[in-house]
């Protein structure tokens, strides 16, 4: 009962949302259905898109749907903004506009979820506290205050009943998607319920702010001593799950060119920084903002840019960080047997595939770039029309490339927004130049061979106490094995049939080691 009683409340939702869909002229997706262009067609008739939405690009009329139809969605649509390789170049970049911005609620409300969080009055924290916000978005809003102890802060407060709204709408896009991946198994490519799992997780994220405190922090220690990128100081002590309180930021919004011209601050140069910081955070760190746009970034009077904002982060492991690099020298070196060969070696691309036939794909994507000067490449189509191309190989997704191509997408955006005339890649050049001679020349990957060959010997003897262990175990009856198999286990010294074998492997990969060491 509680089943058919689900199914019904998010069938009352979904017409409700297919009405407000039909009115922006945003249910074109249907028509990939079969049957589904009629019911477009009747849905037209029915209720007439909205005279502002006529003329408008397909993805700038569901971005205006999503925004009606509030923060759930809104987000979802951030999500479908990383899909590129699902629903064109086009419709994501209009999708990766979606602004998360909502009016604020009462600032009493916001004073009692920080006496609630903190246990205190709101002037035994504050000596001062504007209840009016000065930015509200779907999760949290942020206002100003005053510690009691004399230092200018911004507190960032959840807003009231956000977690229990997102619950019902995630609930209704993951009853959707699974009969998606029921009723038509060929849409399980797109993978919808992986989509809303993932959006799911975001959302737990963003709803505890000790974690996006804790990804701040983290951020600030790896820029530590860095000049021209910083983070704002945290006050833990004044931050709990529903509310954050940072050091406040003085500066010029990064988007308001002219302020930052008056200031005396070169565009170029800031380019330069927002380039060297993007670059440290991906390939240096593995950890990065992936909310780059021009409201979370600022323009302190030194011409350092502060970041804020960091309910969304991205991570890279070496594995990611590596792939990523050795296919972007091979694109910009026309070498595409190794662009090829890279997702392969990865584990990307499934060894069932023609290489032959991946490294042909790559070089559709890779010749046009060879006619256009670095300063003209944008890296994040690059990588766009790669996801594109890698569906028809079987690629599986990965999602950490997905947040690192929108992000890209953001931060190219924001430097053509600068300075039209230069290129952040460029830019970065010797920075990445650097980088790959340190970590992808020949010799440093045969040190990297050889430190993951010693690091599987030092893991070798615990491997073997367990097996030792597991031997005993069979012999003394602590698994219940026939005591025949037992003694063959065992052999006739006690060394079972599995002892020799091992010491032999372990030699085997000693010797590797060596090899690898001496070449």
């Given at each position: ?456 010997l030092e893991r070798l003897p615990a491997l073997l106490g367990d097996v030792e262990r597991t031997l005993k175990q069979l012999a003394h009856g602590g698994l219940p094995l026939h005591p025949d198999t037992v003694r063959v286990l065992q ?29």
């Amino acid at each position: 009962m509680t089943g058919l009683w689900r199914g019904a409340r998010h069938i009352i939702t979904l017409l409700r949302i297919g009405v407000l869909l039909a009115r922006h002229d945003a249910l074109f997706p249907l028509e990939w259905l079969t049957f589904g262009a009629g019911f477009v067609r009747l849905t037209r008739l029915l209720f007439p898109p909205r005279a502002e939405v006529v003329g408008l690009r397909p993805g700038v009329r569901v971005a205006l749907a999503l925004q009606r139809l509030g923060p759930s969605y809104i987000k979802l649509g951030q999500a479908l903004s990383t899909r590129s390789d699902l629903i064109g170049e086009e419709m994501a970049a209009d999708l990766s506009s979606l602004q998360d911005k909502l009016p604020p609620f009462p600032g009493a409300q916001a004073i009692a979820v920080i006496e609630a969080e903190l246990g205190q009055k709101i002037d035994q924290l504050f000596s001062q506290f504007d209840a009016q916000a000065i930015a509200a978005a779907s999760v949290a809003q942020v206002h100003f205050a005053t510690t009691s102890d004399g230092l200018d802060v911004a507190v960032k407060v959840l807003r009231p009943g956000v977690a229990e709204a997102f619950d019902r709408d995630l609930d209704l896009l993951m009853w959707l998607a699974e009969r998606i991946e029921g009723w038509r198994p060929e849409w399980q490519r797109v993978h919808p319920i992986e989509i809303v799992h993932r959006l799911r997780q975001s959302v737990e994220f963003e709803m505890d702010l000790r974690l996006e405190a804790a990804a701040a922090a983290e951020l600030a220690e790896n820029f530590a001593g860095d000049e021209g990128f910083r983070v704002p100081r945290i006050d833990w002590s004044r931050t709990a799950k529903r509310m954050l309180t940072t050091e406040r930021i003085r500066g010029i919004p990064i988007g308001d060119k002219e302020a930052i011209r008056a200031a005396g601050i070169e565009a170029r140069d800031l380019v330069g920084k927002a380039a060297a910081a993007f670059f440290a955070m991906v390939f240096r760190d593995g950890f990065f903002h992936a909310d780059l746009h021009p409201g979370n970034l600022f323009v302190a009077a030194d011409g350092a840019i502060v970041a804020v904002d960091f309910g969304i982060m991205g991570r890279l492991d070496r594995k990611h960080r590596y792939y990523l690099a050795d296919m972007l020298l091979g694109f910009l070196t026309g070498n595409y047997r190794q662009v090829a060969q890279v997702h392969f070696d990865a584990g990307f691309v499934p060894a069932s595939e023609s290489v032959e036939a991946f490294t042909q794909a790559c070089r559709s994507i890779g010749e046009p770039l060879l006619e256009r000067p670095l300063e003209q490449i944008s890296v994040a189509r690059l990588l766009s029309q790669l996801f594109q191309i890698t569906g028809q190989f079987k690629m599986e997704t990965q999602p950490q490339l997905l947040m690192l191509q929108k992000t890209m997408v953001l931060a190219e955006g924001l430097g053509r927004q600068l300075d039209p005339t230069v290129n952040m890649w460029e830019l970065a050049r010797p920075l990445i130049e650097e980088w790959m001679a340190l970590n992808r020349s020949a010799p440093a990957r045969a040190m990297l061979g050889a430190a993951d060959l010693l690091g599987s010997l030092e893991r070798l003897p615990a491997l073997l106490g367990d097996v030792e262990r597991t031997l005993k175990q069979l012999a003394h009856g602590g698994l219940p094995l026939h005591p025949d198999t037992v003694r063959v286990l065992q052999g006739p010294q006690g060394r079972g049939p599995l002892f020799w074998p091992l010491w032999i492997a372990a030699l085997a990969l000693a010797a590797l080691a060596l090899a690898q060491w001496v070449r």
